[in-house]
């Protein structure tokens, strides 16, 4: 079984800057400026399945990041700018090789399924998806290219399996991309670490959610 294991807890302070300096090696050398124009921003299945202490499925840093991603979505709404939050909705009979591969499945009646209290607002949109990649079959792309998006912050879980597949496929659309390092989670230290590494080397900026918060309370300071 895989070992499951807290990557850091709300207790421990701003874990990004540890982060963040373990991936250097890893960036671009010149990496992309963050600018909040033409941004928004995608939160990747935090639902009760995932985040719920409860839950068979509980990823043991979700819950701890809930605050920053709630943050983060503050500072978007507050700058009118795109949030979409994914929720994770398997179909019995027709969920393919995610049904044979994990054998469980996150059905719609399950009120795990639904996205954590905390994080619900009626300024936020809810896209139902099926697979590990928020773009496929979901309309996700038409949505966002219809608001003027550019460059998507990321953030969610699993860092390993929803975030870096849909990091990869927003790369591959031409997205300026970025992944909000203390705002995403998975099982333990080495998968999170090994994700983080492949997509800074090769699909996205790492970040941390402070930076992309301030860069909107810039804005509203410029203009």
Not at 142 to 155: F, H, K, T
Request: hydrophobic content about 45%.
């Amino acid at each position: 079984m895989i070992l499951k294991e807290k990557i850091f807890d709300s207790e421990s302070g701003d874990p990004a800057e540890g982060i963040l300096a373990g991936l250097e090696p890893y960036l671009k050398r010149e990496p992309l400026l963050f600018s909040p124009e033409g941004s928004a921003l995608l939160v990747l299945d935090m639902q009760g399945y995932f985040v719920d202490p409860g839950s068979r499925a509980l990823v043991p840093s979700a819950p701890d990041i809930v605050q920053v991603v709630s943050s983060l979505a503050g500072a978007f709404e507050a700058a009118d700018a795109p949030a979409v939050f994914t929720r994770h909705i398997d179909v019995k009979g027709q969920a393919g090789m995610m049904e044979r591969w994990w054998g469980g499945l996150i059905c719609r009646e399950d009120p795990l399924s639904e996205i954590w209290h905390e994080l619900r607002s009626e300024d936020c949109e809810v896209l139902d998806k099926s697979k590990y990649d928020a773009f496929l079959g979901t309309g996700l792309d038409g949505r966002l290219r219809d608001a003027g998006v550019e460059r998507l912050v990321i953030a969610g879980v699993m860092t390993h399996l929803c975030v870096e597949t849909t990091v990869r496929s927003a790369f591959m659309r031409d997205y300026e991309v970025f992944v909000a390092v203390d705002a995403t989670a998975t099982y333990n230290r080495e998968l999170f670490d090994g994700a983080l590494r492949s997509m800074a080397h090769g699909f996205a900026v790492p970040v941390s959610s402070r930076s992309i918060i301030e860069a909107f309370k810039g804005r509203k300071l410029d203009g």
